[in-house]
């Protein structure tokens, strides 16, 4: 096993040469993923104190950092491979970038190379991933639960009629059968079942800190407690369809520019974006009986043995054709190395639904051929500061066969 330090200590004689391990803010490529050549070609090196999706990630990276020509210092005789260095094995980092590799439609040759106890580098070979190996990836139990999501129960229902605003919309949640997850434009306002549930914004953090969503719904409510609503308390209900109204008035206040990827994500789900493929189709919503349902949100996905569920942001549908989409917005992490990395989620997410076929009957259900999934990153329109991002997007989503959906700005906007 490498950690970083390991990987950039000077005294350790490694297989690789180490180029740059700062961050490179030009290409805006984390201190994490470690510049290194081996072997003549251009690679990068993630420790073992890495997580998975660092991990996973840092191809993203490395591909990018090969059709930038950034310059290393060592030179660099083959141009036509690329290696991956892993600290160590972790099963979800290997298996997705086996899906990855296996999946690049123009580019160089990827190699993955994992260090074992005595300081050598095992290759990777590349076997195929079985998404269809419902027990070795551990999502059995995922068909269950999604035979469970019905319709929402008549307390949601009463719920959303009090407070009339089309931003407020409920999501099935599949980790708990019964529970559906109520929120104001994607941000979570509270839960509920059959018979009562409750409201409530966040949670305080460590010595009290408050996010802004917490802090505005305390001063829009005056609560500092969850409300409970119960199906048999209609002033509950009442109440609480009081307190909502209130806290969007708040949280809806016009005056705010910042993007939010919560917004973007429901407005896209309600049907208020709509979104375009490169090939010029319209990609509509995944419909049930009960418009104030955002069908298609959060659907569960495994990236390999090992990992947790990764939950993509919206299914929708060309025809019969279903389409993973993940959506980023512009914030603190950078536009370059945020929006770079979706590519590789949304590539994840298509491989898994199509290769699934455990949940199959599912999209059989929705119409839709599940074999058929197509995926795409849909991210506000890349203009001013973010416009010199673009070719180097694009040309990623080519070489994976992603498809890169711009949206207008105003979209990702909360206010």
Known sequence: MLTRADIIDPGRRHEFTVCSSGMDRKNSVSSSV?????????AVAVGSDASAKTQIAALLDLLHLRNAHAQVTAHITNDDEVTVILGDAKDEAIDALRTLRGRLVTGPAIN??????????????PEHVHFADADTLGYRSWSGLLKTVTQPPDLVNTIARAVD???FRVYPMLTSPGWWSM????????????DGGWLDVGKDGINGAQSEPRRVWQQATRLRDRHSVQVHDQASIVSGAQLLRRFAREWFRPGHSR???????SRVLRGAVPLRTSEG?????????DPLVNWGSQFPTKWG?????RYLDALLRDGTTPWAVEMKVAGGAGVGVYYRHAIAQALLYREFIRGATPLHWWFARQGLQAGDCRGAVVVPELAGAAAPWRPGLAQLCDDFGVDLIEVPAASAILR
Do not use: T
């Open 281 to 289: 189709a319209g990609l509509e919503l995944i419909r049930g009986h």
């Open 259 to 265: 993007q939010n990827e919560h917004a973007l994500e």
């Open 34 to 42: 470690v510049r290194c050549v081996i072997n003549g070609q251009r």
């Open 112 to 125: 993955i190379l994992v260090s074992e106890h005595d300081g050598s580098l095992r290759p990777i070979d």
């Open 305 to 309: 043995r090992g990992g947790q569920a």
């Open 183 to 194: 929120r104001m434009e994607g941000l979570e306002v509270g839960r509920a079942q059959q």
């Open 165 to 167: 605003a089309p931003e």
